[in-house]
């Protein structure tokens, strides 16, 4: 967020500057619209999410949806080849994300834009969306590797000029979410606090972010994940193929490996207000490419 000073713009998020990671109140609200106004989610719905930070639901995919994006991904993967927008586990050569797919799938473009998923956002941000990045993240059996802890948001500020956190991710799982194959941990309540990270970033480092299990910039510090993780804990999110997570883009998450025999891949969805559509990085010297933050 950008406030103005008799002198100068303030960030009142700002990051990768401290020589020792901070944890900050976040000065906007979670829910930005009135909680009684009409939409997919109830008025104890709302609330919940405004508490823990996220909302699950069942059934929200069917099992032709699930097929037409399982098929998409492989149909992506070979046209694109070596595209960048292709991210591959260093280990095993095996696809870890696949960026941009709603604008390389109709088909998946058309699930996005479903009212039981752009209309949930809609509801929350109160305001017109956009998608800010769409991907799928795959984890094969055996070979899935971890994502570390972090706030997308404190990454979206800092690298692609997202002003404040009027954004959500909508997490669709593809294939069972199970406690032990990989699936997301979240620490409820996390999303109402704002922690810094350290270190300048550096210039053409996406790429690398995007591959390393736990990346040299963009991380919190462990002495400050642990005191959240004390104070709320840590909820495991599972739930069967077709269900979906809404989480707030401030929400400090991360997932394990996968090592057992059973895959874990869901479609990824981030919708930002429209209001908030982003500028210039805040601690970076240039923009991410466009298929990781669509302008």
């Given at each position: 967020?950008?406030?103005?000073?008799?002198?100068?713009?303030?960030?009142?998020?700002?990051?990768?500057?401290?020589?020792?990671?901070?944890?900050?109140?976040?000065?906007?609200?979670t829910v930005?619209?009135?909680?009684?106004?009409?939409?997919?989610?109830?008025a104890d719905?709302?609330?919940?999410?405004?508490?823990?930070?996220?909302?699950?639901?069942?059934?929200?995919?069917?099992?032709?949806?699930?097929?037409?994006?399982?098929?998409?991904?492989?149909?992506?993967?070979?046209?694109?080849?070596?595209?960048?927008?292709?991210?591959?586990?260093?280990?095993?050569?095996?696809?870890?994300?696949?960026?941009?797919?709603?604008?390389?799938?109709?088909?998946?473009?058309?699930?996005?834009?479903?009212?039981?998923?752009?209309?949930?956002?809609?509801?929350?941000?109160?305001?017109?969306?956009?998608?800010?990045?769409?991907?799928?993240?795959?984890?094969?059996?055996?070979?899935?590797?971890?994502?570390?802890?972090?706030?997308?948001?404190?990454?979206?500020?800092?690298?692609?000029?997202?002003?404040?956190?009027?954004?959500?991710?909508?997490?669709?799982?593809?294939?069972?979410?199970?406690?032990?194959?990989?699936?997301?941990m979240i620490?409820?309540?996390?999303?109402?606090?704002?922690?810094?990270?350290?270190?300048?970033?550096?210039?053409?480092?996406?790429?690398?972010?995007?591959?390393?299990?736990?990346?040299?910039?963009?991380?919190?510090?462990?002495?400050?994940?642990?005191?959240?993780?004390?104070?709320?804990?840590?909820?495991?999110?599972?739930?069967?193929?077709?269900?979906?997570?809404?989480?707030?883009?401030?929400?400090?998450?991360?997932?394990?490996?996968?090592?057992?025999?059973?895959?874990?891949?869901?479609?990824?969805?981030?919708?930002?207000?429209?209001?908030?559509?982003?500028?210039?990085?805040?601690?970076?010297?240039?923009?991410?490419?466009?298929?990781?933050?669509?302008?």
């Open positions: 967020m950008i406030t103005q000073t008799a002198t100068k713009p303030v960030d009142v998020y700002r990051t990768r500057l401290a020589k020792r990671g901070q944890i900050e109140p976040r000065p906007h609200p930005w619209g009135d909680t009684s106004v009409r939409g997919p989610l109830s719905q709302l609330a919940a999410y405004a508490e823990r930070g996220f909302h699950t639901a069942t059934n929200v995919l069917s099992d032709n949806d699930i097929r037409t994006c399982m098929s998409e991904v492989d149909v992506i993967t070979d046209r694109l080849g070596n595209d960048e927008r292709v991210v591959r586990e260093s280990s095993s050569g095996d696809v870890r994300s696949l960026f941009a797919v709603h604008h390389l799938s109709d088909a998946i473009a058309e699930i996005c834009a479903r009212p039981e998923i752009v209309g949930v956002a809609e509801q929350i941000l109160d305001d017109e969306v956009y998608v800010h990045q769409s991907r799928m993240n795959l984890k094969p059996g055996f070979a899935g590797g971890p994502f570390y802890w972090h706030s997308d948001f404190e990454t979206w500020h800092a690298e692609d000029g997202m002003p404040k956190p009027r954004a959500l991710s909508v997490s669709l799982a593809l294939t069972p979410n199970y406690e032990y194959n990989g699936a997301l620490i409820p309540g996390s999303h109402k606090k704002f922690l810094t990270c350290v270190g300048q970033t550096p210039g053409d480092y996406h790429r690398e972010s995007l591959t390393s299990y736990r990346p040299p910039f963009g991380t919190p510090e462990e002495d400050d994940v642990t005191a959240l993780a004390e104070e709320h804990g840590i909820d495991m999110i599972t739930g069967p193929a077709g269900s979906a997570l809404y989480f707030d883009s401030n929400c400090m998450h991360a997932s394990s490996g996968n090592i057992t025999p059973f895959p874990r891949s869901n479609l990824f969805v981030v919708f930002n207000a429209k209001s908030n559509a982003i500028g210039e990085p805040f601690a970076a010297a240039k923009p991410r490419p466009d298929y990781l933050a669509h302008r």
